[in-house]
T-cell receptor, first 115, second 108 residues
Framework: NAGVTQTPKFRVLKTGQSMTLLCAQDMNHEYMYWYRQDPGMGLRLIHYSVGEGTTAKGEVPDGYNVSRLKKQNFLLGLESAAPSQTSVYFC??????????????FGPGTRLTVL | GIQVEQSPPDLILQEGANSTLRCNFSDSVNNLQWFHQNPWGQLINLFYIPSGTKQNGRLSATTVATERYSLLYISSSQTTDSGVYFCAGQYGNNRLAFGKGNQVVVIP
């Protein structure tokens, strides 16, 4: 099993450009999450999904959109990138909230730089 | 939301030394996870520990949910233990609230 994978690993954008980050998991998890990590900080939740076709806002959702068209994939979009969105982005997944074991597993991260 | 505080923020250890990292959270959490972020940025799951004590090799963790804190013990530290240790409290819909981390450097 590959676990949680993220594409791409690195990306450089110019201000105003758009892009989509792809997260895929092969563990049949219901819940998926997008976090960002800035220097000297812990991870902060951007958006999350509790199942196929659902999305919800996290702690820092502004400037991002997400979609969960398939259970195994969770996409994070930046419509008009800004330098403040320079960060490392992590995707994670877990079983659903009703399960007794809900450990989150993380992907390797995407390092995004916006010039 | 839940606030998570980790201490100490920075720690330098001589190889072979023991250490304790602490995580306090502001409100009740459903579960607690400890992670190690290695120098390449990868997040490694260490413990999933809502309460009690667990051990994994030279690492062990204790969570006292009623007092809202968790401890991570590193014994006989090695240079490969260097990195940042994060604790994260789990709340509604399995969301995680992270602390800012403990930066650990183990010198030979």
């Amino acid at each position: 099993n590959a676990g949680v994978t993220q594409t791409p690993k690195f990306r450089v954008l110019k201000t105003g450009q758009s892009m989509t980050l792809l997260c895929a998991q092969d563990m049949n998890h219901e819940y998926m999450y997008w976090y960002r990590q800035d220097p000297g900080m812990g991870l902060r939740l951007i958006h999350y999904s509790v199942g196929e076709g659902t999305t919800a806002k996290g702690e820092v959702p502004d400037g991002y959109n997400v979609s969960r068209l398939k259970k195994q994939n969770f996409l994070l979009g930046l419509e008009s990138a800004a330098p403040s969105q320079t960060s490392v982005y992590f995707c994670a997944s877990s079983y659903d909230g009703r399960a007794s074991y809900n450990e989150q597993f993380f992907g390797p991260g995407t390092r995004l730089t916006v010039l | 939301g839940i606030q998570v505080e980790q201490s100490p923020p920075d720690l330098i250890l001589q190889e072979g030394a023991n250490s304790t990292l602490r995580c306090n959270f502001s409100d009740s959490v459903n579960n607690l996870q400890w992670f190690h972020q290695n120098p390449w940025g990868q997040l490694i799951n260490l413990f999933y520990i809502p309460s009690g004590t667990k051990q994994n090799g030279r690492l062990s963790a204790t969570t006292v949910a009623t007092e809202r804190y968790s401890l991570l013990y590193i014994s006989s530290s090695q240079t490969t233990d260097s990195g940042v240790y994060f604790c994260a409290g789990q709340y509604g819909n399995n969301r995680l609230a992270f602390g800012k981390g403990n930066q650990v450097v183990v010198i030979p």
